[in-house]
């Protein structure tokens, strides 16, 4: 018996389909390799970003975030990133806008207001922290390095050095190799300015965690206490490396370079930083300001020098370092009367600002002191010496007496001066009568 044979129009049209198959098994082929290779890069992309976060690398992990979005579109994912960055930089609105766009696209509920629990510890603003950090920790024991460094900064901005002490010593416990724990105590050693053995403390650390970036920042605030000025410039410029912006690295590298002797290079990356500020909604600093001045002062730019300080000396004419800068600039420039002025007012005040160094020894030397010793410490420095600071020490007298008016006052006065009037308007409402700016 014969098998039937195929008719030639059969044989053609399986000929044509053999023709057609393997173009299109290799585009599909294609397709699925593209659409892996996009999976494997993202994914890719993301680990290297956790990474940088663990490292401190916040810049760079905004970078590498940010090229990814640009990339693959926005994503929940990315913008709970981002807003993670943003709070390890401390920059609260950036944290806040990035944690809103991430819950815009459908980041869970429960991680925004994880998010929103850390930052509030860090920045000290919790009421019992410790209970309120464990109980998220139960919800997320993935995140305990994150919490727990969340918490310590917070029990340090509030002075709580003991409760800071003995979290340290339960998270070692639970993490004996995690970089912050040392970070964290050599911090505590630099408050009290005990160089030797914060560097006791960062010198192992930094062998054993050598791309930390945290570790420079103190290694290098450490070496600068300790005269050891060389490696603190080496220290500080590795850290300025990873944040550029960085206010206080900014002002400390200058002034080690300006004990060495390099104070063209100080004022140089200076005014590059401020150029490239990552964030234009954010001002410089009243000390970094004065540092650039003091910086024009020493290349002889005297006009220069009143232009960068017109502004903070309008603003706090009682300040010590920018009366006498100022005074010093213009007797340059042959302006004796303006120059003797602002030479009385420096006098003055460095007569009252010699009793700072002793009241803030007596202050980190007393557990039990008082919101009225903080506020006098806190007055002193704002209005003459330092802002930063002296809104620290008044914040400092808040946590002790929540009504504490004097502090209330000046930090009203402050956020006055510097056109936050939402946030004077919060100190106002615990005053008699407002305060004048």
Known sequence: MSLPQSK????????TWQGFRL???LTILACLSLVAWRSWSWNQAIQRAKSLLQLEENRQAIRTLDALKDQYGDSAQVRGMLAQAYRQLGQKDAF???LELAGSLGLRAETVQGEKLLMDAQLGLLKAPESQVASYLEANPEDFDDAARALVFGLLRNQDLEAASRFLDLWQTQSPKAPWIPTFRSMMHLARRDWKNAILEIEPALKQHPDFVALYLQAGIAYQGDQQLDLAESMLDRFLASQPDHAEALLRYSEVLRKLGKAPEALERIEESIKTLTDPGRSIQPSLRLQMAKLYLD???NQKVIDVLDLLSKKWPEDVEVASTLSQAYQRLGDEQ??????EIADQGQKQTVLADRMLFELLSNPNRTASQCYELG????HKQSRENGVYWLEAALKLDENFAPAHQDLAIYYDRMDQ???SAVHKRYLASPAKP
């Open 23 to 25: 173009p299109i098994l």
């Open 421 to 423: 009037p939402q946030l």
């Open 338 to 343: 303006r120059s003797s002025v602002l030479a």
């Open 96 to 98: 806040e806008r990035q």
């Open 379 to 382: 007055h002193l420095l704002l």
């Open 299 to 301: 290349a002889d730019e």
């Open 8 to 15: 030639p129009s059969d044989r053609k049209s399986r000929s």
